[in-house]
């Protein structure tokens, strides 16, 4: 799934940094001295070295979900956290996906018979480049054919896109479209299609966009070559996770627990034949089309005027056969079990199944917590164990749809809903130099806080001053799609951030691998470790906390601004909107109780001793506070997704939606259910601050 626009973290190499004065958020004077020397031993143990090591392991061979590559993956994964010290499980399911590409075939049938490239070139300057295991470029979940059509042109294959060709006066149906990526969710391209009557859809990955217009390519630059073609799943559903499954983990079929699955004939699934083709072969497409140029803002990077059809002339066959089947899918996940609070879990997750080597996405995310793993595990051999416990999870077959991370989020949902502190998501996390992160508004704080102690390699600034740059503070993400922090987040409410660092990427191709990153990515290695530095001061402080370390605060500052953005959409259709006033009301309310709750949580901790079993109880209703926006009922979009805060855009499959709610009656341009959101995100918002209020009380 595509993450790079979720990504960015930097951090660095072990310098020594002035101590901070202040108090560490959740903190007694006490606890934070003796934080304050745990961070300091966890910095001088992260060995530098081991990320190299892993990363070069991990990603030897391909290894997309299913595969036997992926298993020796798992065993791997397995082997490294249970010599680290971890106690280690592995949580089987039954997922239905396509699990190999198949058989295709792209070919210009007239005015002359000539075979498309379909996969990128072997290169000498890339070892990696000639592996026997590599494949065509595919997208899973593509329905099965052989047809010969005519070309239509259809942009990014946005519903917008296909709007316009319909005002144009240009009929897809029983045509091939031709749309590149960018825009929205490659699945959405195939669906809106479909649904307008196309019988097949070619995508590439335009030059404009990452090609020879934009620097040099592959291999002596970062940009896609002409033989570069992005892989990925299609999986379009109103749902995250298995395809048949929704709601409900998909145990394995021979297992004691039977789930009940839906009929893959019922569920939507595509039916036309859908492939990705590098630009190289688009252009052998698009130079033959006889139609009317394009609209403004339509027009690529290759060197022709691009034109809305073909004509009837230039006919272009393209065939698929792709199956779908069970696939044993297996999540990975080691727990270093805390000494005071073993029932709350800090969780830190990436995938580890890739379209190919995967040595940026996923897995240096996936080796940074291997090394991590190891870290922690050495100190814990030498007598250190968390208040809390840590959770490490590896998870399979995200790039088919994020499978695996929901079947284990809808398994354990009750544990999770009761025990989760926060999920952190570092699916490649490691792919260059630029930090960056996005999160939910009470974890904004800490990783900022946390990147304060973390040096930057080769300078003499911390993590924070690099990432923040000229500004006072910098800037974090609110969390969309595309990445396992989904179902934590959106569907039962855990505080979830996902982070790394950003940079070139050859995104979801062949050329992904370890020459690649040796390359461009990262070429002292240096990051590995830094970030793993950053990830695990912020793992230790959410650990050892006395108090759990939420800014409260941060939600009525946040949906201020969201309150405000969504007046002013729909004001652009709706000039009568008087705006969400329950709502409005009810997060001024909320606010000053949360700025008294932040105040009064950081007094007591400075001033006094809590008893533990006082403790106890405030973590237990600060765990509740996100669930206050998880609503039974859920979107109109898909009711699986229940959080009223945020939510993926179901048109795009990879923005953020904030208020995502009253964001789909502004998609839709809607006036009708505008007051019953306002009702239900005023209840919302009380129902939060009710419980702050109590917990004041408490305190």
């Known amino acids: ?4 626009h979720l990504l960015s973290i930097a951090l660095g190499a072990i310098l020594i940094l002035p101590a901070q004065a202040q108090q560490i958020d959740g903190f007694s004077n006490a606890s934070g001295e003796k934080q304050r020397k745990t961070e300091a031993q966890f910095l001088k143990t992260v060995d530098f070295s081991r990320f190299k090591e892993h990363l070069t392991t991990i990603t030897s061979e391909p290894h997309p979900a299913g595969s036997p590559a992926n298993e020796k993956v798992k065993d791997y994964l397995v082997k490294t956290m249970k010599t680290a010290g971890w106690d280690v499980v592995v949580h089987p399911y039954d997922v239905y996906l396509s699990k190999t590409p198949g058989e295709s075939l792209v070919e210009i049938i007239t005015p002359i018979r000539k075979p498309l490239n379909q996969q990128e070139y072997v290169l000498s300057e890339d070892p990696y480049s000639s592996n ?19 070309v239509v042109y259809a942009n990014y294959g946005l519903k917008a896109d296909f709007e316009r060709l319909k005002e144009l006066g240009i009929d897809v149906k029983g ?8 825009g929205n969710f490659r699945g959405f391209k195939a669906k809106f299609a479909e649904e307008y009557g196309a019988i097949g859809l070619l995508i590439f990955t335009d030059p404009g966009d990452s090609g020879y217009a934009k620097g040099l390519v592959y291999p002596e630059g970062i940009y896609y070559n002409e033989s570069s073609v992005q892989r990925g799943s299609l999986l379009t559903l109103d749902w995250t996770g298995d395809a048949l499954t929704p709601f409900e983990p998909a145990l394995p079929l021979d297992g004691k627990t039977k789930i009940k699955r839906l009929n893959p004939d019922e569920v939507g699934l595509h039916t036309i034949p859908v492939t990705p083709i590098p630009y190289g072969s688009a252009q052998e497409i698009i130079a033959q089309m006889k139609g009317k140029p394009v609209p403004s803002g339509w027009q690529g990077g290759l060197p022709y005027t691009y034109r809305l059809e073909g004509g009837k002339e230039l006919r272009v066959r393209l065939k698929v056969q792709q199956d779908r089947e069970y696939v044993r899918a297996n999540n990975v996940v080691a727990t270093l079990k805390g000494s005071t609070n073993p029932d709350e879990w800090i969780i830190l997750g990436c995938h580890y199944d890739a379209w190919s080597f995967g040595s940026t996405d996923p897995n240096s995310g996936t080796s940074m917590l291997l090394s991590l793993t190891e870290t922690l595990g050495n100190m814990a051999k030498e007598g250190f164990q968390p208040s809390r416990s840590i959770m490490i999870a590896h ?12 079947e284990w989020v809808e398994q354990f949902r009750d544990e999770l809903s009761a025990k989760a502190v926060a999920y952190i998501n570092l699916d490649a996390a490691v792919s260059g130099r630029n930090f960056g992160a996005s999160a939910s508004p009470t974890l904004k704080k800490i990783i900022m806080e946390s990147a304060k102690e973390v040096a930057f390699p080769d300078s003499a600034k911390s993590v924070y001053e690099v990432w923040a740059g000229k500004k006072e503070e910098p800037s974090i993400g609110n969390l969309g799609g595309g990445s396992d922090h989904i179902a934590f987040y959106m569907h039962v409410g855990v505080p979830s951030l996902n982070g790394g660092t950003g940079g070139p990427t050859l995104y979801h191709t062949n050329y992904d691998n370890l020459h690649f990153y040796e390359k461009f990515a990262d070429p002292t290695f240096q990051m590995g470790g830094t970030v793993e530095q950053l990830v695990g001061i912020m793992s230790l402080r959410l650990a050892n906390a006395d108090i759990i370390p939420y800014q409260v605060s941060r939600y009525a500052q946040d949906m201020a601004l969201h309150f405000e953005n969504a007046e002013k959409g729909i004001k652009a259709f709706d000039t009568a909107f008087t705006g969400f006033e329950k709502s409005k009301a009810a997060n001024t309310a909320m606010k000053s109780s949360a700025a008294e709750l932040d105040s009064k949580i950081a007094s007591v901790l400075k001033t006094s001793q809590v008893d533990a079993k006082k403790l106890k109880a405030i973590n237990k209703d600060l765990l509740g506070l996100e669930k206050s926006f998880i609503d039974p009922k859920g979107m109109y979009f898909g009711d699986w997704y229940r959080s009223l805060y945020a939510s993926s855009d179901p048109f795009s499959g990879y923005a953020s939606w904030v208020l995502p709610g009253i964001q789909y009656e502004i998609a839709l341009k809607s006036t009708d259910r505008l007051m019953e959101w306002d009702e239900r995100y005023s209840k919302a918002i009380l129902d939060l601050k009710q419980k702050i209020d109590a917990l004041i009380k408490k305190i």
Do not use: C, Q
């Open 1 to 4: 799934m595509k993450k790079r």
């Open 395 to 406: 998870w399979d077959a995200e790039e088919h749809g994020v499978i695996g991370s929901t």
């Open 132 to 150: 026997p295991d590599l494949w065509k470029g595919w997208n899973a979940f593509s329905g099965s054919g052989d047809v010969t059509a005519e």
């Open 175 to 182: 045509k091939i479209v031709l749309a590149r990526y960018g």
